[in-house]
């Protein structure tokens, strides 16, 4: 692949998804990328201030500061490929995160985003880690889909809704029913009569 493929190939990434996904909102969509580079250049940043922390002998801060920095490469590597233009495997990755399921991405960027808050508790670890995780939520957000409409949340309430699996409707009103208590008492006790036989809507 030649550097103008390359180049046409980062420049056309950002507007398009390869695979569509019509049910994400775009202020999602941008709004998380948009998190993630600025998040994943402030680790950088932050995780070479910790690794400053060896010159006083703390090993914790080392090891955390080398984590968050290899965070902030990996989440700058998915969400701004064109940050490594040079590296070659570097776009065949980001391609394969984008065919993934977004919660795939949630899931890596929190889980990323620990260790070095764990190993070395401060603001830099909290900053820089900090926004990978808020990356996360977002795209843990994005993998929920869009909110249904109010017609399709009240036909999906209704008793003769269609079960969007099956496609028979439901007819068992009794499986959304419970039992009155106090009518179950009165029977037993032999005056009472049962509202509605015995049982509540």
Known sequence: MSFAERLAGLMARPGQDNVPRDDVPWHLKYGGRAVGIVGGFFAILFGLYNCIGILLGDVGCLVGGILEILAGFVVLAIEAPCCFIFIDHVQQIAEKADQRPYWNRAALYCIIAL???ILCLGLGSLFGCGLIFVTGMIYGMMSLGKKGTREDMAAMASPNAMSPVQGVPSTDQHS??????????CGNAGGGSSINGGLVR
């Open 115 to 117: 260790p070095p808050v």
């Open 176 to 185: 959304t029913l419970m039992e009155d208590p106090d009518s179950v008492v």
